[in-house]
T-cell receptor, first 116, second 115 residues
Framework: DAGVIQSPRHEVTEMGQEVTLRCKPI?????LFWYRQTMMRGLELLIY????????DSGMPEDRFSAKMPNASFSTLKIQPSEPRDSAVYFCASRAGLLASNQPQHFGDGTRLSIL | AQTVTQSQPEMSVQEAETVTLSCTYDTSESDYYLFWYKQPPSRQMILVIRQEAYKQQNATENRFSVNFQKAAKSFSLKISDSQLGDAAMYFCAYKDSSNTGKLIFGQGTTLQVKP
């Protein structure tokens, strides 16, 4: 079975550029999560969707960050304009079942983002 | 607010030995779920084991087992017969049973396995 697929695996870009990270959740999963991982802050939940609807975006750091889930099989996280402090590994995760259930989240391989 | 604490930033174990990673959490809920995830240098986040708070029996997955102490709000991970491939960062995570899918992660423990 295909797991959560993220692209690109690595992204290096200059400050001020727009960055788009992509995620394909596991087929049949109805919740999708975007995380950011840094040495200083550890794993931070940025936003999550349930049935393609954003449920909680309180972790999105600022207006430069936006996320969409146009359908059940695709989501994007966009940073515009990017800044060096956005450099991190960004993970996408998906899970099945009701939000209240014990189903685990399944993670993608992450995108390592470097903003110069 | 719920919090998860892993007080050991780094641990090491000799190959074939047993090691225990600590995790404590704070919650006022009675029903919740706990997870351990492994993140090797390849940076994948891999589910190792999970425990439902309503179950008294400790979860076990092959060489991995937990010691779940609900009253003490403790959820430690025991790795038996440690292998070189167990070297990774391990994260403890909490999820309550309310209508939210959010996981709350600890800071992680880096495990080194010595040959």
């Amino acid at each position: 079975d295909a797991g959560v697929i993220q692209s690109p695996r690595h992204e290096v870009t200059e400050m001020g550029q727009e960055v788009t990270l992509r995620c394909k959740p596991i087929s049949g999963h109805n919740s999708l999560f975007w995380y950011r991982q840094t040495m200083m802050r550890g794993l931070e939940l940025l936003i999550y969707f349930n049935n393609n609807v954003p449920i909680d975006d309180s972790g999105m750091p600022e207006d430069r960050f936006s996320a969409k889930m146009p359908n059940a099989s695709f989501s994007t996280l966009k940073i515009q304009p990017s800044e060096p402090r956005d450099s991190a590994v960004y993970f996408c995760a998906s899970r099945a079942g009701l939000l209240a259930s014990n189903q685990p989240q399944h993670f993608g391989d992450g995108t390592r983002l470097s903003i110069l | 607010a719920q919090t998860v604490t892993q007080s050991q930033p780094e641990m090491s174990v000799q190959e074939a030995e047993t090691v225990t990673l600590s995790c404590t959490y704070d919650t006022s809920e009675s029903d919740y779920y706990l997870f351990w995830y492994k993140q090797p240098p390849s940076r994948q986040m891999i589910l190792v084991i999970r425990q439902e708070a309503y179950k008294q029996q400790n979860a076990t997955e092959n060489r991995f087992s937990v010691n779940f102490q609900k009253a003490a709000k403790s959820f430690s991970l025991k790795i038996s017969d440690s292998q070189l491939g167990d070297a990774a960062m391990y994260f403890c995570a909490y999820k309550d049973s309310s209508n939210t899918g959010k996981l709350i992660f600890g800071q992680g423990t880096t495990l080194q396995v010595k040959p």
